[in-house]
C-alpha cells in the first residue's frame, strides 16, 4: 500500500474539480484515508488548501465533508481554522444543509470569537431561524453557539437563557 499513495494525490486533485458532487464528496474523504495514510503526501501537494477551497463548493454535502475532514485531520490543533469568511458563507447558506450538515456548522460557529458586539448581533440573527427546527440536536447546538457568542455579552446571555427556557 504504501507504493501507491504517492500516486493518489494527483486523481484526487481531479476529483475535487469533477462536475458530478458524488466524485467531489468522495474525494474530500479520500484525502481523509490518505492524510491516515502518508500524511506528509498530503501536506505536500497542498490538498488542505484546495480542501479550504472547496468549502465553498455548490453542493452541500462537499462542503459538510470538508468539515469533517478539515476537523479530523486538524483535530490534534482544536479542528479546522476558522475564520470570519468561513463562518459567514457557511451561515449564508444554513438553508441548503441537510440536519448533519448543519450540527457540522453550527459545532464550527461555536467555536468561532466574535470580533465585536455588532458581529455577534449579526450572527445571532443568522441562526435565530435554526432554533424553530425540528430535530432536537440542531437546535441544541444552536443554543449552544448563543451562549458561546453571548459569553462577553451579560445581559443577552441572561435573555438567551430565558429563550431557551420557553416552549
Given at each position: ?27 474530500v474523504m479520500g484525502i481523509l484515508k490518505l492524510h491516515y ?9 497542498s490538498l488542505v488548501e484546495k480542501l479550504y477551497m472547496a ?113
Open positions: 500500500l504504501p507504493s501507491i499513495t504517492e500516486y493518489i494525490s494527483e486523481p484526487l486533485q481531479r476529483s475535487l474539480l469533477d462536475a458530478s458532487a458524488y466524485v467531489r464528496k468522495t474525494a495514510l502518508a500524511p506528509d503526501i498530503v501536506l505536500e501537494s468549502l465553498l463548493d455548490s453542493d452541500p454535502q462537499v462542503v459538510t465533508n470538508c468539515l469533517i475532514v478539515l476537523d479530523e485531520m486538524h483535530a490534534a490543533k482544536g479542528g479546522m481554522s476558522i475564520n470570519k469568511n468561513i463562518i459567514f458563507n457557511l451561515l449564508n447558506r444554513l438553508d441548503s444543509f441537510n440536519e448533519w450538515g448543519l450540527c457540522k456548522v453550527l459545532n464550527l460557529v461555536s467555536r468561532f470569537d466574535t470580533e465585536s458586539d455588532e458581529e455577534t448581533y449579526v450572527i445571532m440573527n443568522l441562526l435565530d431561524p435554526v432554533l424553530r427546527t425540528s430535530n432536537s440536536g440542531v437546535v441544541l447546538i444552536a443554543i449552544k453557539c448563543f451562549i458561546n457568542l453571548t459569553k462577553t455579552i451579560p445581559d443577552i446571555r441572561n435573555q438567551v437563557y430565558e429563550r431557551c427556557k420557553g416552549p
